[in-house]
Structure formats: C-alpha cells, structure tokens
C-alpha cells in the first residue's frame, strides 16, 4: 500500500493569482512582527551559543538583537522601549 502524496509546492500556491501584490503598504505594516520575531530568536540564538562556549558568536547575536530592539523602539516606542 502507498503513500499518500502530500502538499507540495504546486499546491501552495496563491488562491488569489490575480491580486497585484506591488502594493507595499502590507509588508511595511507586518515588518513590527517579523522585527519583533528576529529580534526575539536572536535573543534567544545568543543564550543557545553562548551556553555551548560561543561567548563571541552569541555576543554578535545579543548586540544585533539590541539592535533590532533599538530600530523598534525609535518606530514605536510606546510598544517597544521596554525591551531595551
């Protein structure tokens, strides 16, 4: 008896092929969350790092995190200023 074949990238496409997606106002409006995303595993990335004795790659972790956490802030502070 065979597999059952599973999703595969044919069948992850678009429903909806005819919208234009030039239109940049949805990624710019989800960049928070995906910023907010990176910034949390890189956080996270540098605790896993440094436990393994990668004291300098889990360094430029943190500090790209702080980073990211910095670019939020200056965006949004009233919802970002208390990760710094």
Same mark, same amino acid.
């Given at each position: 008896?065979?597999?059952?074949?599973?999703?595969?990238?044919?069948?992850?496409?678009?429903?909806?092929?005819?919208?234009?997606?030039? !239109?940049?106002? /949805?990624?710019?409006?989800? +960049?928070?969350?995906?910023?907010?995303? @990176? $910034?949390?595993?890189?956080?996270?990335?540098?605790?896993?790092?440094?436990?393994?004795?990668?004291?300098? !790659?889990?360094? /430029?972790?943190?500090?790209? +995190?702080?980073?990211?956490?910095?670019? @939020? $802030?200056?965006?949004?502070?009233?919802?970002?200023?208390?990760?710094?």
């Amino acid at each position: 008896m065979g597999r059952e074949p599973g999703i595969g990238p044919a069948q992850l496409t678009c429903p909806n092929t005819d919208t234009d997606h030039s !239109d940049q106002s /949805v990624p710019v409006l989800f +960049a928070p969350l995906f910023l907010e995303g @990176l $910034a949390d595993s890189l956080d996270n990335l540098s605790v896993w790092v440094g436990d393994l004795g990668w004291r300098e !790659d889990g360094l /430029v972790a943190i500090q790209e +995190a702080a980073d990211t956490y910095r670019e @939020l $802030a200056a965006r949004w502070p009233d919802v970002y200023r208390h990760r710094l």
